[in-house]
C-alpha cells in the first residue's frame, strides 16, 4: 500500500505531541511530507520548538518542521498555558531540540507542496488554529483544488464551547481561517469536541502507555498525567479528552468513527459566539453538506490503536 502524504499543521500542546508520534510511528501508512506549526496553544516560537522536540522523541529527525504565522489573520493571539504550561509540553522535563528549523515559511511549504505533489495526493491535518491553511489558500488559490482532503482538529456542536460558551479553541482563536476552510469545497472531515471528549485518558489508558518501557511511552504517560488535571476539574470527568490524535487515528482506522455529512459555517462577527461552529447536524438549513462532521468513536479500539502504534518508536 502507498503511503499516505500528509501535512501536519500543529500548535503542540501535549495531545498534539501524541499525534505526531501516531503518524511518525506509522511509516508504511503515513508519509508526514512536513509538519507545519502555527501559534495556538502557546506562541509561535514554542510550537515550532515543541514539534522538533517531538519529531526527536519519535527517532524521526529528519521530519522537516517550518514556522508559519504568528498570529491569526484579523484578532490578537489567545493562548491556551493554563491547559497545556507556560511551555506547551508542560509536564516532563524535555532538552531542546538539535534538529534544525526548515528556512521556508510554512505557508510557502504547504503551497510548494501542493503545487509540486501530484493533485488530489495531498491531506492537510491541521491540529491548531487554522491560520497557516487559510493564507495558503488566500495567497495561491490555485492550489485548493489539489488538495485531496482536510482532516482537522476543531468545533463543536452538541459539547458547545471549551474557551467560550459557544466556541472550541482552535476555531476560537482565528475564526476568519476557519471560515475560509469550511468555504473552499474540498472534502473536510471535522474531529470535534463531540467526539474527542468520547476519547478519555482514564488511569488505566495511561497506564498502557507506561507499561510500554519505552521513552515515547514514558513521554505520554507523563503529558497526559499533566494535563488531564485541568479537565477532569473543569469537566467532573474521568480523565481528559485526549483530542488531536483522533485526526491521524482517523486515517489509519476511520472505522473507529462515525459521523454525518452536514454544513458547517463559521460565526465570526457576533461578539456573543465569536468561534462557534454552526453545525447543521439535523439538516434543517437546507443548505449544501460542506463536511464530514464526527459524532462517535469507538474509544477502545482508539486507545489499542495509540498504544500499538506508539509502542512502535
Not at 504550561?85 to 531542546?96: A, E, I, R, S
Not at 439535523?282 to 509502542?311: C, H, M, Q, S
Request: glycine residues 8%.
Amino acid at each position: 500500500m502507498t503511503p499516505r502524504k500528509i501535512i501536519i499543521d500543529t500548535d503542540p500542546g501535549q495531545d498534539d505531541a501524541v499525534a505526531i508520534l501516531l503518524a511518525l510511528a506509522c511509516p508504511e501508512e503515513i508519509d508526514v511530507l512536513g509538519v507545519t506549526a502555527v501559534a495556538g496553544n502557546v506562541p509561535l516560537a514554542l510550537t515550532q520548538k515543541n514539534a522538533r522536540i517531538i519529531c526527536e522523541l519519535a527517532g524521526k529527525p529528519e521530519t522537516r518542521v517550518f514556522a508559519g504565522c504568528e498570529a491569526p489573520m484579523m484578532q490578537p493571539l489567545v493562548t491556551a498555558e493554563h491547559v497545556h504550561g507556560k511551555t506547551g509540553l508542560d509536564g516532563p522535563k524535555l532538552d531542546d531540540p538539535v534538529m534544525p528549523l526548515q528556512q521556508q515559511h510554512a505557508v510557502d511549504f504547504i503551497i510548494d507542496t501542493l503545487r509540486n505533489e501530484q493533485s488530489g495526493t495531498v491531506t492537510l491535518c491541521p491540529l491548531g488554529p487554522l491560520t497557516n491553511i487559510a493564507m495558503a489558500f488566500r495567497k495561491a488559490p490555485d492550489i485548493v483544488p489539489r488538495v485531496q482532503e482536510i482532516v482537522l482538529m476543531g468545533g463543536a456542536y452538541f459539547e458547545v464551547g471549551n474557551i467560550t460558551p459557544a466556541a472550541e479553541f482552535n476555531i476560537y482563536v482565528d475564526p476568519e481561517a476557519a471560515a475560509v476552510v469550511f468555504a473552499c469545497g474540498r472534502p473536510i472531515t471535522v474531529m470535534p469536541l463531540d467526539v474527542t471528549h468520547k476519547a478519555l485518558t482514564t488511569r488505566a489508558r495511561i497506564d498502557r502507555f507506561r507499561s510500554l518501557g519505552t521513552k515515547a511511552g514514558d513521554m505520554v504517560a507523563a503529558w497526559t498525567d499533566f494535563f488531564e488535571r485541568f479537565d477532569m476539574e473543569k469537566y467532573g470527568s474521568e480523565g481528559a479528552p485526549l483530542h488531536d490524535p483522533c485526526v491521524i487515528a482517523y486515517l489509519l482506522r476511520p472505522e473507529l468513527f462515525s459521523g454525518r455529512n452536514i454544513n458547517v459555517e463559521i460565526e465570526t462577527n457576533s461578539p456573543l459566539t465569536r468561534g462557534m461552529t454552526v453545525a447543521d447536524w439535523w439538516r434543517v438549513t437546507g443548505k449544501p453538506e460542506n463536511a464530514l462532521f464526527i459524532g462517535d468513536l469507538d474509544a477502545d479500539g482508539f486507545y489499542d490503536l495509540l498504544v500499538e502504534r506508539i509502542g512502535r518508536l
